[in-house]
């Protein structure tokens, strides 16, 4: 960790009405987290950076964050297996979905190729894709975060 | 050569691959299990793919996320170091059938000498000696008598249905083998419901001596001496050494021979182990061959100083061995202690963190891990942690180096079995050379009641 | 052999000799000074005595109370290691008056070898070809030409009150001489007011090459092979070898024959090093006798499997040398790379508290060093922490050992030389063995510059 | 760091108006201060500890103590020699001091035998014995502790 990325979360911590650190290197882990009286951290005013996202050189201890954790509510579709990620079933056809698209579980999002198979990766939830986390045609390990969907309320 | 490896292994044998690779200019791919994202291999590794979560079968032993792992790096090769999949003949084959080179033998290799019963059959048709045993269960009491005599006694009489000592009985002399028998089935009735039993070679103070053997495509096989494997509790080694006590010049000539033959006998390719009984008149027998790097890969290394995962890998990559058996000259004695994260008394595991860590150097002292401090020792997987070998110019200085190393060594935050390795390197016995398989067992008897060791 | 031995010095070389004592079943006495309290070697040692405060002159080379020390726990002999006391010919002296063993030669051969003068003297005499100069100063333009041709050109004209390269002129034909040395004795008047200049024969990229010698207390002498360590920064030694790229068999057996000859010249008993100069031409000058073991000795102990340290201490005894000339064998080659706490770019020392160290380790890896989690590195003293020494089966194996063991090694809290020995393992010069003593200088000054390593 | 650390940290920062942490280890610093508005970090009620005094796993670094330390007040003389402690001249004579003699600063309170030399120890203070640390014939270290004297009032 260097100085610059200290005064960076100094700032972070000063600036914001809530604050949320987390610090991690080497075996030790540290988490401080204080709200004014008990908002929920949802509130936090739009614009702000989720601090958990600073880069601290932070190797964690068991399952690492391969990418930013997602705001409360927001589920996160991870990688079953190892292999490269496809958005469509075939290189000219349309993406299984796309960002905004409304996706109903057992729905496909997607492909994962492996040893020549193509993996036909499910959503886990109803809801709404919010983000797209891996490229097109990109390898993808064990566990690697791939869509982020927000849930809607089951029909 | 390989330009990247991909090393489908954890913990220390995987850190002793990527070394090897790293030191002949070759990239390595680490894979990791979930629990395993800050292990010394992963750091090391010029790659890093996550394959599965702690669950060994999920992970280490998942052969589809392996595969794309290397399919996805550009690996040309897998290295399988031991257990997990390194003896999985259908792993080597899939490997062979998309065009990644498994670093090992060939799949048929594999395959039979993973057969104990053909691998026996066939080194009985090239003269090799097998542990001798009747063919099968044995009803009538002449058969008894005539096996007993081709065997050639002692003999130890089992049942078939058996297992923790009952319907076994040991006879020295023909004219004890009837009662015996007999005693023996009525036993195995009462214990089994089942009253077969059968022969086989009885064998007092036995040592098991293993050759390692180093085999080219073109068939070029040559032996680099033998390792003593003979310190064991319940089949899992414990220490190991080369040479062997009980070995002269000749009879490392001898079981060479055999090994290099047993080998040839397949078409074996790359490294492998020959593991023999000795008896206490210094005959041999076959008993199976493994077709892997071995955990005790290292004290052949001290003695020959020869790079055995570098070679592997080098004859993996189709080159001509060019090492002749004249090149082959042992040099001092060394020894590997086993340092497992299990309680030195009661052999439970014993995962944890490790808070402090210091592994012991200086002249003749290796010391193959993968721990760090502050590193966890998960649950999921063996619990061997460390190897510490030394090396010195004879059997005496090699004992007074361990000893000095094991005092040296510290591991805080979980158990190992450095305590007991402490009091092994102490007993004059073991200091003298007279161990067998069965000494572990009854020197750790022998010893007085003690509470859990530090 | 001794029951008893006190280590009168520090760090890992305290480390090392405690080690071999051990081995040697041979008690140990740890001195220390107030800031080395919690110092692995104190730790090691079976004895522990406080001689004082952190300042090495009243403790580590404060001989009343190292005598003290081994008087109140009954040490019947010292080993000095190298620096503090090592040389001291009193300290040696002292030692035999009051019957406590000296480990090292006698203090006459101390003495004797630590005079330059006489050494250089007795050298001559044996017929050891010394470094050629003029007998002092010059002061007449017929001397010069004379001297120059007696010592051979390129010749080196120094001021003998000069330092800072003022007053210095490298000759390297006799035409141009009388004018060098005329500019030679007006700078040298102009800049230390004294016009006296001497002549010296001059090298081009000269080796700094050792011969390693044993001796026992009947005068059987044998040297062990040499060390090539040209790679020196302002005379202070940061990577060794053995065996010399620069050296072939015959003149191996030429130099270990005359360092044998320079031994036995002044009856020399112990350990020892014989220091040449050996020039493009492959022609050698004995420097100087170094009369301890030295901070470089690992490199010979891996290539000739001779634990040098047991037999340092097994002379001191009385016991005469086991080996021949004919059983010293090299095998393989040997690097030391000389890890010290100070900062790889401005060489400015470190002190500081090491955070994290993970020594790399496996096969041909050793590293002797005292460092511990969460130990200090104190500013009295040498910031050599630690030693990182690789074995292989050739120079560029253990290169590529090296290179690999460097990027394992892992020590956080202190500034350390491991950068700048990456760097100059990267060196494809370095890496063909075109060293010599002005490599170092060289090699950093034609580096870009750079910020504060890592 | 354990939990209960941890838990104190948290507390720590909830409670105080200002927020002041130092955590150290393992080659990681992180230190976060929080301010409300900006009133100096004097103004922190008493009471509550200041926060870079946890222990954090700090091992003590440089002498470390050969043996308690005495009640305030005492001083403790140190052998400045490594070797026999003798507490009088002679093995037939008497000792120079016993438990509870006033001493002068100067005055002899034993002889420390180093290579057949015998070392005077003087006193560095005036004062009362009030321990005798070392047994008579004892081997002593450097910086070893030998009387603990309790000053007088300077005459």
């Known amino acids: 960790m260097n100085l610059k990325e200290l005064k960076e979360l100094i700032e972070l911590i000063q600036k914001s009405e809530i604050a949320e650190l987390e610090v991690e290197k080497s075996g030790v882990r540290v988490r401080i987290k204080k709200e004014s009286i008990s908002a929920p951290i ?7 950076p ?79 894709i919010v983000e797209i986390l891996v490229e097109n045609a990109q390898p993808v390990e064990y566990g690697e975060p791939l869509f982020r969907i927000e849930p809607l309320a089951s029909t | 050569m390989f330009k990247k490896i991909l090393v489908a292994n954890r913990s220390e044998i995987a850190v002793r691959v990527i070394q090897a690779c790293h030191e002949l200019g070759i990239k390595t791919v680490a894979v990791y299990s979930e629990v395993d994202a800050k292990a010394l291999h992963v750091r090391l590794a010029d790659e890093q793919i996550c394959i599965g979560p702690p669950d060994a ?17 550009g690996a040309e090769a897998i290295h399988p170091g031991y257990g997990f999949l390194a003896e999985n003949a259908h792993f080597a084959e899939v490997c062979q059938s998309v065009g990644i080179k498994f670093i090992g033998p060939t799949a048929e290799n594999i395959a039979l000498m993973g057969d104990k019963a ?39 009489i089992k049942a078939t249905a058996g297992g923790g000592g009952r319907g076994m009985r040991v006879v020295t002399q023909e004219e004890d083998l009837l009662s015996a028998f007999q005693t023996a089935q009525a036993e195995a009735k009462t214990a089994f419901g089942d009253s077969g039993v059968y022969l086989e070679k009885y064998f007092i103070e036995p040592r098991h001596i293993e050759v390692q053997i180093l085999a080219d ?30 070995v002269d ?34 005959r041999f027998y076959f008993m199976e061959m493994n077709t892997r790097i071995q955990v005790e890969h290292p004290v052949t290394e001290m003695v020959t100083g020869i790079d055995l995962v570098k070679e592997q890998i080098k004859l993996a990559a189709g080159q001509p061995l060019d090492l002749r058996q004249h090149d082959v000259r042992l040099r001092g004695h060394s020894f590997e202690c086993r340092i497992n994260a299990e309680c030195p008394d009661t052999f439970t595991p014993s995962p944890g963190t490790i808070t402090n860590y210091r592994p012991p150097g200086g002249l003749g002292v290796r010391v193959d891990s993968a721990i760090l401090c502050n590193s966890t020792v998960p649950p999921y997987y ?34 190992t079995t450095i305590p007991l390795h402490k009091r092994i390197f102490d007993d004059p016995v073991f200091q003298k050379g007279r161990i067998s398989t069965g000494y572990l067992e009854r020197f750790i008897s022998s010893e007085p009641a003690r509470v859990s060791g530090t």
Chains 1, 4 share one sequence.
């Open chain 1, 42 to 48: 949802a509130t936090a005013p739009v614009g702000a």
């Open chain 1, 50 to 128: 989720p601090v958990s996202s600073v880069p601290i050189a932070a190797p964690a201890l068991q399952i690492p964050p391969r990418a930013p954790s997602a705001p409360t509510g927001w589920s996160t579709l991870k990688s079953p297996v190892v292999g490269t990620f496809y958005r469509s079933p075939a290189p000219d056809a349309d993406p299984y979905v796309e960002l905004g698209s409304v996706v109903k579980k057992g729905q496909i999002l997607c492909v994962i190729e492996a040893m020549k198979l193509m993996n036909e990766i499910e959503s886990e939830w109803d809801g709404k």
């Open chain 2, 57 to 73: 079968a999920l992970s280490y032993r998942n052969i589809p996320n392996i595969l794309s792992a290397a399919e996805i790096t």
């Open chain 2, 118 to 156: 053909k691998a026996r059959e066939i080194m009985v048709k090239k003269g090799i000696p097998v542990l001798p045993g009747s063919p099968g269960v044995i009803a009538e009491e002449k058969e008894a008598l005539e096996a007993a005599k081709n065997i050639g006694y002692p003999v130890i």
């Open chain 2, 217 to 246: 495509e073109r068939g070029r096989t040559i032996y680099l001496g033998e390792r003593d494997c003979s310190i064991q509790r319940r089949h899992q080694k414990l220490i190991e050494e080369s040479p062997s006590p009980a």
């Open chain 2, 249 to 282: 010049e000749s009879l490392r000539r001898e079981m060479g021979a055999m090994a290099v033959e047993a080998a040839k006998s397949v078409n074996y390719c790359n490294v492998g182990t020959v593991e023999f009984l000795l008896d206490k008149d210094h």
């Open chain 2, 382 to 415: 063996d619990s061997l942690i460390a190897k510490l070998i030394v090396h010195a110019e004879n059997r005496d200085a090699a004992i007074a180096r361990m000893r000095r190393a094991l005092d040296e060594f510290t591991i805080e935050g979980v158990k």
